[in-house]
């Protein structure tokens, strides 16, 4: 009745017709009415039925309908639809007019205003449907086709990258089959996805204004009337200048992949139990990436959210770092800087002084026993003492763009005047300021204000180049960098590096790398479609037992990396402790991971020599809570120093020991996700353990003016939910002014107005003293017991309920310092088995 009501809605009634003759215009209106519904028909619709649902596109290409086979449920919005494929002439998108299926050939034909023509194959899959741009005439001035966007009403959980809508009950998406088909809209002419990039400012109309990008892509998008699967594909026969990485003037090469004709994608839908296993048919069956862990898809398998020791080694030292990590319960250690110089993947001459033979027996060791190594890259970086930049220059070194010399110059010159300066006056994201020119780097200042054009304070020969004569009419090239003070690589180049990267594997055994860096391949001008070939190259070239044995994951998300990637997997440790580093920053990675369908990972922390085994378990509750591995970055020497590291290693050992034998239950998971709640975990016995909440407060002791004779002393409630039990707390001193020292002299602490601890010392700024409820001890901030200090009365007791908690001692030195007391609190342990989950 839609049809019927929006036909009938669009004519005109005359009521002067019906007022003036009434008997005639009743039989003209029951003679019109029946012509109207003898000559009406409904559009001509072409109807797929998939596993799951039922996809209906009308007579002009439209989809208009997504029916949910099982439920009837309607997942079109009302009064919305979208051409299955749309042409665009740079901002200009073309819609179709009419669509005609042959379904013995299973071929779709799409007629456009103009004379343009699409030949799409259209195959039922059983679980989806596969879409192929097979031909498109006239091409040679369509840039780019679009592939949706496909409107639906599921707004609840959008995968942004994996490209899947779904609402706790069922899941419609799209999957682009082949890594030109770029998931997403080509918001950007560089291709570059408007989540990751910051630098943008030459956009293309977007064809749903209400669209908003989402966290990490735009494969899937929320709109107002809830949702949109999208994905493109672009014709790259033709250099263009494109805006890129603040250079409002880039130069993107030409490249020749066929084009659009061959972009294919995949629609599908399907209950949310089944949106997994749907994913991975369409991965196996379209030869995409399809990572295993001991032959179990990783998507899959627990071990996808292995965690990992990050720390430096080599053959003089592995020994010892297969001992921390076996003590750890860890099945992976990483290297986080191993290598000499970026592009050729020379390894460092101390840790490694036979290169990639040094690494091998690293490798060789670590799985006698049981291990698995991994080394981290950045992508297609390249350093500045490599061999790609001196002595001699590679020609595919990636470039801004290009010009001529005006005028000849001598090995001296240090003014240079060049043709044009559209591409060398740019300086934003300009780091070494580098031209080369036949086989020379050479830097500049800056370039003259007017013609003519000239590059002003040039030094010669850089980067241990050799200075030389050029004559006019040479080519110079600004090369493009980043701000790590290194070069980047074209396509040409790009794809010898990620080869190279293979071979390292392929030669060394590695079992897991992490692709940071990935924008350094938006030197190629083509934006995700540049990362995305470099992750692919060095994936297709591993050897096949690799693919199915090395983690892999990166900091760069992409519609395409959902299948390439074991996980993806960032959050920094460098900025503060593990409670405070980009804590919020974590938490929303976990709800992109699980609207995403992908294995969750925590980022990466840092043990250090002061790291409290408070804040480890802290960390590892909400691994715990959220099923999600971490890195934990730190060194031998660190590790050595720390008082405690034997209990850090062991307590890692426990946690993820029971987090990966699905030892929580998802009421468990939920409370451990909580960041303001505290656990303890502790085996008891083999595949049981014991899990108890903990209760804290933070209670600050300050200086404070007096009258004479008033007590200095802080006193504070502390409420003890748990049973009676010995008092647990840590007490140590805040820093007070830059340049002083500060001590407490004599601390008291008393509980409940009787029970009292004295401290015959004075505590300083590094050290603290704890009580675990079993010995008191000074300790040093590297947890190093400098004295155990013995109690007669024994150690005190918090009451069930309302308990007082005295602290006093005189301040010395800063007047700034406090005295920072946490205490805790221990519940009564639940007992918790492997294979819960």
Same mark, same amino acid.
Request: aromatic residues 10%; hydrophobic residues 40%; charged residues 20%.
């Given at each position: 009745?839609?049809?019927?009501?929006?036909?009938?809605?669009?004519?005109?009634?005359?009521?002067?017709?019906?007022?003036?003759?009434?008997?005639?215009?009743?039989?003209?209106?029951?003679?019109?009415?029946?012509?109207?519904?003898?000559?009406?028909?409904?559009?001509?619709?072409?109807?797929?039925?998939?596993?799951?649902?039922?996809?209906?596109?009308?007579?002009?290409?439209?989809?208009?309908?997504?029916?949910?086979?099982?439920?009837?449920?309607?997942?079109?919005?009302?009064?919305?639809?979208?051409?299955?494929?749309?042409?665009?002439?740079?901002? %200009? &998108?073309?819609? +179709?007019?009419?669509? =005609?299926? @042959?379904?013995?050939?299973?071929?779709? #034909?799409?007629?456009?205003? /103009? $004379?343009?023509?699409?030949?799409?194959?259209?195959?039922?899959?059983?679980?989806?449907?596969?879409?192929?741009?097979?031909?498109?005439?006239?091409?040679?001035?369509?840039?780019? %086709? &679009?592939?949706? +966007?496909?409107?639906? =009403?599921? @707004?609840?959980?959008?995968?942004?990258? #994996?490209?899947?809508?779904? /609402? $706790?009950?069922?899941?419609?998406?799209?999957?682009?089959?082949?890594?030109?088909?770029?998931?997403?809209?080509?918001?950007?002419?560089?291709?570059?996805?408007?989540?990751?990039?910051?630098?943008?400012?030459?956009?293309?109309?977007?064809?749903?204004?209400?669209?908003?990008?989402?966290?990490?892509?735009?494969?899937?998008?929320?709109?107002?009337?809830?949702?949109?699967?999208?994905?493109?594909?672009?014709?790259?026969?033709?250099?263009?200048?494109?805006?890129?990485w603040e250079h409002k003037s880039y130069l993107a090469p030409a490249f020749r992949d066929g084009g659009v004709i061959g972009s294919k994608i995949a629609l599908w839908g399907a209950p949310e139990a089944q949106l997994l296993p749907v994913i991975e048919k369409?991965?196996?069956?379209?030869?995409?990436?399809?990572?295993?862990?001991?032959?179990?898809?990783?998507?899959?398998?627990?071990?996808?959210?292995?965690?990992?020791?990050?720390?430096?080694?080599?053959?003089?030292?592995?020994?010892?770092?297969?001992?921390?990590?076996?003590?750890?319960?860890?099945?992976?250690?990483?290297?986080?800087?191993?290598?000499?110089?970026?592009?050729?993947?020379?390894?460092?001459?101390?840790?490694?002084?036979?290169?990639?033979?040094?690494?091998?027996?690293?490798?060789?060791?670590?799985?006698?026993?049981?291990?698995?190594?991994?080394?981290?890259?950045?992508?297609?970086?390249?350093?500045?003492?490599?061999?790609?930049?001196?002595?001699?220059?590679?020609?595919?070194?990636?470039?801004?763009?290009?010009?001529?010399?005006?005028?000849?110059?001598?090995?001296?010159?240090?003014?240079?005047?060049?043709?044009?300066?559209?591409?060398?006056?740019?300086?934003?994201?300009?780091?070494?300021?580098?031209?080369?020119?036949?086989?020379?780097?050479?830097?500049?200042?800056?370039?003259?204000?007017?013609?003519?054009?000239?590059?002003?304070?040039?030094?010669?020969?850089?980067?241990?180049?050799?200075?030389?004569?050029?004559?006019?009419?040479?080519?110079?090239?600004?090369?493009?960098?980043?701000?790590?003070?290194?070069?980047?690589?074209?396509?040409?180049?790009?794809?010898?590096?990620?080869?190279?990267?293979?071979?390292?594997?392929?030669?060394?055994?590695?079992?897991?790398?992490?692709?940071?860096?990935?924008?350094?391949?938006?030197?190629?001008?083509?934006?995700?479609?540049?990362?995305?070939?470099?992750?692919?190259?060095?994936?297709?070239?591993?050897?096949?037992?690799?693919?199915?044995?090395?983690?892999?994951?990166?900091?760069?998300?992409?519609?395409?990396?959902?299948?390439?990637?074991?996980?993806?997997?960032?959050?920094?440790?460098?900025?503060?402790?593990?409670?405070?580093?980009?804590?919020?920053?974590?938490?929303?990675?976990?709800?992109?991971?699980?609207?995403?369908?992908?294995?969750?990972?925590?980022?990466?922390?840092?043990?250090?020599?002061?790291?409290?085994?408070?804040?480890?378990?802290?960390?590892?509750?909400?691994?715990?809570?959220?099923?999600?591995?971490?890195?934990?970055?730190?060194?031998?020497?660190?590790?050595?120093?720390?008082?405690?590291?034997?209990?850090?290693?062991?307590?890692?050992?426990?946690?993820?020991?029971?987090?990966?034998?699905?030892?929580?239950?998802?009421?468990?998971?939920?409370?451990?996700?909580?960041?303001?709640?505290?656990?303890?975990?502790?085996?008891?016995?083999?595949?049981?353990?014991?899990?108890?909440?903990?209760?804290?407060?933070?209670?600050?002791?300050?200086?404070?003016?007096?009258?004479?004779?008033?007590?200095?002393?802080?006193?504070?409630?502390?409420?003890?939910?748990?049973?009676?039990?010995?008092?647990?707390?840590?007490?140590?001193?805040?820093?007070?002014?830059?340049?002083?020292?500060?001590?407490?002299?004599?601390?008291?602490?008393?509980?409940?107005?009787?029970?009292?601890?004295?401290?015959?010392?004075?505590?300083?700024?590094?050290?603290?003293?704890?009580?675990?409820?079993?010995?008191?001890?000074?300790?040093?901030?590297?947890?190093?017991?400098?004295?155990?200090?013995?109690?007669?009365?024994?150690?005190?007791?918090?009451?069930?309920?309302?308990?007082?908690?005295?602290i006093d001692g005189a301040f010395q030195g800063s007047k700034a310092a406090t005295a920072k007391m946490e205490i805790r609190s221990m519940g009564e342990p639940l007992l918790i088995r492997k294979g819960t989950r």
């Amino acid at each position: 009745m839609r049809e019927i009501n929006s036909y009938f809605a669009h004519r005109p009634i005359f009521i002067p017709m019906h007022v003036l003759f009434p008997n005639y215009f009743r039989s003209m209106v029951g003679l019109i009415l029946l012509a109207g519904f003898s000559a009406w028909r409904p559009p001509v619709s072409t109807t797929f039925a998939t596993d799951y649902l039922r996809f209906s596109f009308d007579q002009s290409g439209n989809l208009y309908s997504l029916i949910d086979k099982a439920t009837s449920n309607e997942y079109v919005p009302t009064g919305e639809k979208a051409p299955l494929l749309s042409l665009m002439q740079d901002s %200009v &998108v073309i819609k +179709p007019l009419s669509m =005609t299926y @042959n379904a013995a050939k299973k071929r779709l #034909v799409l007629r456009y205003p /103009n $004379g343009y023509s699409a030949t799409i194959a259209a195959e039922n899959k059983g679980s989806y449907l596969r879409f192929e741009l097979l031909s498109l005439t006239p091409r040679n001035d369509i840039k780019l %086709v &679009v592939w949706g +966007p496909y409107p639906t =009403t599921i @707004n609840q959980q959008i995968g942004e990258t #994996v490209g899947v809508v779904h /609402n $706790g009950t069922f899941g419609i998406g799209i999957q682009a089959l082949n890594v030109k088909t770029l998931g997403g809209y080509p918001t950007y002419d560089n291709d570059i996805d408007p989540a990751y990039d910051i630098f943008q400012t030459n956009s293309l109309v977007d064809i749903a204004s209400d669209q908003k990008v989402l966290y990490r892509g735009q494969t899937a998008k929320p709109t107002s009337s809830g949702s949109v699967l999208q994905a493109y594909c672009r014709n790259r026969f033709a250099d263009r200048i494109i805006s890129n990485w603040e250079h409002k003037s880039y130069l993107a090469p030409a490249f020749r992949d066929g084009g659009v004709i061959g972009s294919k994608i995949a629609l599908w839908g399907a209950p949310e139990a089944q949106l997994l296993p749907v994913i991975e048919k369409i991965e196996l069956g379209e030869g995409l990436p399809h990572p295993l862990l001991d032959g179990v898809w990783a998507k899959r398998n627990p071990l996808a959210t292995a965690s990992y020791l990050i720390l430096n080694f080599g053959e003089n030292n592995v020994e010892d770092v297969i001992s921390l990590t076996k003590k750890a319960g860890l099945q992976y250690f990483y290297h986080g800087g191993p290598f000499d110089t970026w592009g050729h993947f020379k390894l460092n001459t101390k840790e490694f002084p036979n290169n990639w033979a040094s690494l091998r027996a690293c490798v060789a060791k670590a799985e006698a026993a049981g291990l698995k190594v991994g080394v981290h890259t950045l992508s297609n970086f390249i350093t500045t003492n490599d061999p790609y930049v001196t002595p001699v220059p590679d020609g595919r070194l990636a470039k801004v763009g290009k010009s001529v010399l005006t005028t000849s110059v001598d090995e001296k010159a240090t003014q240079i005047v060049i043709q044009s300066p559209v591409f060398f006056d740019q300086m934003k994201n300009n780091t070494l300021k580098a031209v080369v020119v036949g086989n020379e780097i050479i830097r500049y200042r800056a370039v003259s204000a007017t013609a003519p054009w000239t590059l002003l304070d040039c030094v010669r020969g850089a980067f241990k180049t050799t200075p030389q004569s050029h004559p006019a009419g040479a080519e110079i090239g600004k090369l493009m960098d980043h701000g790590y003070q290194v070069f980047l690589a074209d396509y040409p180049l790009q794809e010898e590096m990620a080869g190279t990267l293979a071979k390292l594997y392929n030669e060394t055994g590695l079992r897991q790398i992490s692709f940071d860096g990935l924008e350094g391949t938006w030197a190629t001008g083509m934006g995700q479609y540049g990362i995305q070939l470099f992750v692919k190259t060095w994936y297709d070239q591993l050897k096949p037992g690799l693919k199915g044995a090395v983690i892999t994951d990166a900091s760069t998300p992409g519609h395409y990396f959902w299948h390439s990637f074991t996980r993806m997997n960032w959050g920094e440790p460098w900025y503060a402790g593990f409670r405070e580093s980009q804590t919020q920053y974590r938490l929303k990675n976990q709800d992109y991971f699980r609207r995403n369908l992908m294995p969750g990972m925590l980022g990466w922390f840092s043990i250090k020599p002061e790291t409290s085994l408070e804040d480890l378990e802290w960390m590892l509750a909400r691994a715990a809570g959220f099923d999600a591995g971490f890195g934990l970055a730190t060194s031998i020497d660190d590790l050595r120093k720390h008082g405690f590291s034997d209990v850090l290693l062991n307590t890692i050992n426990v946690w993820e020991t029971a987090r990966l034998s699905g030892a929580f239950s998802a009421e468990q998971k939920q409370q451990l996700r909580d960041i303001g709640r505290e656990f303890h975990l502790e085996s008891a016995g083999d595949g049981v353990w014991r899990l108890a909440p903990v209760h804290q407060a933070y209670l600050v002791h300050e200086q404070k003016v007096r009258q004479p004779g008033e007590p200095v002393a802080s006193t504070f409630a502390f409420t003890n939910p748990n049973d009676e039990q010995p008092l647990r707390f840590t007490l140590q001193l805040t820093a007070g002014e830059k340049g002083t020292t500060s001590g407490l002299e004599n601390p008291v602490i008393e509980i409940n107005n009787y029970s009292r601890i004295e401290l015959p010392f004075t505590l300083e700024e590094n050290q603290l003293v704890q009580c675990d409820g079993k010995s008191l001890n000074l300790l040093d901030r590297q947890w190093h017991v400098l004295k155990t200090i013995t109690l007669p009365a024994g150690i005190p007791k918090l009451m069930h309920g309302n308990n007082t908690v005295r602290i006093d001692g005189a301040f010395q030195g800063s007047k700034a310092a406090t005295a920072k007391m946490e205490i805790r609190s221990m519940g009564e342990p639940l007992l918790i088995r492997k294979g819960t989950r």
